[in-house]
């Protein structure tokens, strides 16, 4: 994503200032104090996983700077957002799931709290209810999406006297840590426990068993994420509307959740 922003980007004449909150509000904060001190053109974002003030964000549209957000982003803010429908990508997942034979499924997710989070679980929900599956809350828990974390979640459905047949995580790291776990039990994957993930990191297609995924198009968030922030440099015309691009997502099948690969 970054890459296809910096090549849009730099073809204007602009340079990219780069900085990572690793999920920490506090150094989100101080990175927004930082770019905005050093007066830069505009700011494109994904929130950290900790963030439920948006005061910050709100200083960044109080300085008149252009702000786009990708991924994770909050309606509230009223700017501009691209992303892919996060709702429908559970639906694709908990399908996929069911056609292989599950009928027990198991989502760690992120944290409610976060938009694109709570639209997945809404999504897994929806999607177990449309298909006359039962919603056992057990089976839905919330996390941090680490790999460590992926691995105690995991280690936690494993001890339950009824444990899921399939597990959707909604990151690659976190599936990552719960695959590593299902190895470690020595449990046979797809065949006792199916795993799919979210994000389709580069390593997912690498690892053996390979981790089923959804793809989030990052390339293209990113190509129309600078487009986004370039409608505001034309001064020929006034920005009338706000750019909301949301992109249907694709899942790409490996080794975790279909024994035959379509």
Do not use: W
């Amino acid at each position: 994503m970054i890459q296809n922003i910096e090549e849009v980007l730099n073809k204007k004449g602009y340079n990219i200032i780069i900085t990572q909150s690793n999920e920490s509000f506090k150094k989100e904060c101080d990175s927004i104090d930082t770019l905005l001190f050093t007066q830069v053109d505009g700011i494109i974002a994904s929130m950290a996983n900790e963030t439920t003030d948006l005061a910050y964000y709100e200083k960044i549209k109080t300085n008149g700077i252009p702000l786009i957000l990708f991924d994770r982003g909050e309606n509230d803010l009223n700017v501009d957002y691209i992303g892919i429908n996060d709702y429908n990508s559970s639906h694709i997942i908990v399908e996929h799931l069911i056609a292989q034979g599950c009928k027990r499924i198991a989502h760690i997710g992120g944290f409610k709290r976060t938009r694109i989070f709570n639209n997945r679980i809404k999504g897994y929900i929806d999607a177990l209810n449309k298909h006359n599956l039962p919603l056992d809350k057990e089976l839905l828990i919330e996390s941090s999406l680490t790999i460590d974390d992926g691995r105690k979640k995991m280690t936690q459905l494993l001890q339950l006297k009824n444990r899921p047949d399939a597990v959707y995580v909604a990151s690659d790291f976190a599936a990552l840590g719960a695959l590593q776990v299902l190895k470690e039990a020595r449990l046979k994957i797809p065949e006792n426990i199916a795993l799919v993930g979210f994000g389709d990191e580069p390593f997912s297609a690498m690892i053996t068993p390979s981790i089923s995924s959804i793809n989030q198009h990052s390339a293209e968030i990113g190509k129309q994420a600078a487009l986004a922030f370039l409608s505001y440099t034309d001064k020929k015309t006034i920005k009338q509307t706000l750019n909301k691009i949301i992109l249907d997502a694709k899942l790409v099948v490996r080794e975790s959740s279909a024994t035959t690969l379509l």
